[in-house]
């Protein structure tokens, strides 16, 4: 039964290589066959939430190998979430690629499928090195996917943003050098287990491996100071990709919270809370930044993108309490997060290219065709984003400032938090009364479109904006399960001891 | 041997830590390939320096070398390597599409398309 565990990784992967090798040339097929994949994804990664719902650790011992030898892929309910978000975005965005963003260049779906490859592994994986080779899988594919479409721009932030990841990389493999000289294990129960009982003589270069590891995925979920690819590589990216690597993000996300709970959590001895006089500062600079560049911006894509650095910004403040009201909180914001950062690219993508060669810039041009619509939902998504009520993204910062009600930080957490949205509420409003406003109000104004039907691209950008609704809606079970889910991580003994002690008896399994 | 297997790696990474921050795009790949031979031979003395063991474990020998930093180096290789083509492809598009190999994005290089149809909207 544990079997089905490798399905979202094994599902891409074949999709992709059938994809390149057999039906190259013909778009159609590519379409069905990318979204038929998508669909069954969608359907194992449900399977899998509901399989993982009963909290129960399931490891999955590939080539039967026993657990600290061979590479382990686990489903706790940390991971079966986060497949969950992934399959679900990927299939919205694939379906909004569908409407012709696809044919901008080639290779588009098997790119995609690589990435969901990556993704996917990497939320599976109970291994480091596995870690890294995921990661790397993930980027070689956002690689091609952000460059898809073609143009300068892109050539020019695509080489920094292979550049940053690259010399990322080389800090992760640092980092791995020092774990695994230390600690001579790279499965992560067993770290769990070998971190704390580290030789006193050993505990710096331990400490340096694991500060080295937590600033690889800060890259990746830009916290400040690490920040800065982020503007670059998604304001140049076409829409369906950038709406993608929202889930990119919160992979690092991911990361830290697996890391900050289950290796180098509260038992871990000498190397206990490492990260955490660096891991609350990062997040409130990171979130002070993120409204600032809000603020800043001249650009629609900028206010998006640095929409996002605030929402990592917020996201990981709660992270940074390691309890279960502040993890629980921090998992709510990260499915907000996702869902809210898609919608906007998606519709700063649809606004910009109505408006001439104006695009995305923050002054007064052509209107845009269907102007009720697009400032109704540009309305919407400010709001979620912000975090005014009533939608999911107000839910998500009070169940944040409710678990930090008790930290010692809570004077600087709640006023950055609140000062933050408040400077983000006046960003959006500038932003969207010049887009949507002043064309409105002077000879630019051309009659709207009298009809009443809405194009498909918008329609899916109006599924990802009520799920930000529903999300607001139905708070409650979220949150039951976000707690579990919380709870589990919190006792990662519960997690070492299904890896270690399932493990197949024999090396190599009988044949 | 420690101090010079270990003033290596230091030599190699310092390398290519100053030419990752040069301006122009060579330098800089270049830069990330001393840092991928430097991580490289990081990760193989990881499982400590030994000399003249074998790698494989058997009964009649006394100490064996770690193997499994070896198998590491060897991803780590194929990967850094994979990585570095594509950016030498990229840096070279990047060059015969503007003409310089700058790594700075100006403003001339900041036009970019919107929606799924091929019209170009920019930016004056």
């Known amino acids: ?511 | 041997m420690e101090l010079l297997v270990a003033s290596a790696i230091g030599l190699l990474t310092a390398v290519g830590a100053y030419l990752v921050l040069r301006r122009r795009t060579f330098p800089v790949v270049i830069g990330l390939l001393f840092l991928s031979y430097a991580v490289n031979l990081f990760l193989f003395v990881m499982g400590r320096l030994a000399i003249d063991k074998p790698a494989i474990y058997s009964p009649d020998v006394a100490g064996y070398a770690d193997p499994l930093p070896q198998a590491l180096t060897l991803t780590a290789i194929v990967i850094s390597f994979g990585m570095t083509a594509l950016i030498v492809v990229l840096s070279l598009r990047g060059f015969l599409e503007t003409g310089a190999n700058d790594v700075t994005i100006g403003p001339d290089d900041m036009q970019r398309t919107f929606g799924s149809q091929q019209k170009r909207s920019g930016h004056e």
């Open chain 1, 1 to 511: 039964m544990n079997n089905w565990i490798i399905l979202p990784v094994l599902l891409p992967a074949m999709t992709a290589a059938f994809l390149v090798l057999a039906v190259r040339y013909n778009l159609a097929s590519q379409r069905i066959l990318s979204t038929g994949a998508c669909i069954v994804l969608l359907a194992a990664a449900i399977g899998l939430f509901m399989l993982a719902s009963d909290g129960v650790v399931r490891p999955l011992y590939v080539g039967a190998w026993p657990a600290p030898f061979g590479i382990v892929l686990v489903l706790d309910q940390l991971s079966a979430l986060m497949l969950l978000l992934t399959a679900a975005l990927a299939f919205i965005v694939l379906c909004f690629a569908l409407y012709g963003w696809d044919q901008r260049g080639p290779y588009f779906h098997p790119l995609f499928q690589f990435q969901l490859l990556g993704i996917n592994g990497a939320f599976l994986t109970g291994d480091v090195f596995n870690l890294f080779v995921f990661f790397e899988v993930m980027l070689i594919a956002s690689y091609g996917l952000m460059l898809h479409g073609g143009g300068r721009w892109r050539l020019k932030a695509g080489f920094h943003y292979v550049a940053i990841n690259l010399i990322a990389s080389t800090v992760f493999l640092f980092a791995i050098g020092l774990i695994y000289g230390v600690t001579g294990t790279l499965n992560m129960a067993d770290l769990a287990v070998k971190v704390p009982q580290v030789a006193p003589g050993s505990e710096a270069l331990l400490r340096t491996g694991a500060v080295l590891l937590f600033s690889v995925f800060a890259v990746k979920a830009a916290l400040v100071p690490l920040h800065w690819w982020l503007p670059g590589a998604y304001g140049a990216a076409s829409a369906p990709a950038a709406a993608l690597f929202a889930i990119m993000t919160k992979v690092g996300a991911y990361s830290i919270i697996r890391f900050d709970t289950l290796v180098f959590g509260p038992q871990a001895g000498p190397l206990a809370g490492v990260i955490d006089p660096l891991l609350l500062p990062a997040a409130l600079i990171t979130l002070a930044v993120g409204a600032a560049g809000v603020l800043a911006s001249t650009r629609l894509l900028d206010l998006v993108c640095f929409s996002v650095v605030a929402s990592m910004g917020t996201l990981l403040i709660a992270v940074d309490r390691l309890d279960a009201p502040g993890l629980g909180a921090a998992l709510y914001y990260l499915v907000h997060s996702t869902a809210i950062s898609a919608a906007l690219f998606l519709l700063v993508d649809v606004v910009a290219s109505e408006r001439g060669p104006a695009a995305d810039t923050l002054r007064p041009a052509e209107q845009v065709s269907r102007p009720m619509l697009y400032s109704g939902f540009f309305l919407l998504a400010g709001i979620a984003m912000v975090g005014m009520p009533p939608l999911s993204g107000f839910v998500g910062k009070l169940l944040i400032l409710d678990a930090t009600r008790n930290s010692a930080h809570v004077a600087a957490t709640w006023s950055t938090i609140l000062g933050a949205s408040l400077i983000m509420l006046v960003g959006y409003a500038r932003a969207g009364s010049t887009v949507f406003w002043a064309a409105a109000s002077d000879k630019l104004r051309v009659e709207a479109v009298p009809t009443l039907t809405i194009p498909g691209p918008v329609l899916i950008i109006a599924i990802l904006l009520a799920t930000t609704a529903l999300l607001s809606l139905f708070a409650g079970p979220v949150m039951a399960f976000a707690d579990a889910t919380a709870r589990q991580l919190l006792e990662p003994a519960g997690y070492v001891s299904a890896v270690l002690e399932g493990s197949p008896a024999t090396p190599g399994g009988s044949p």
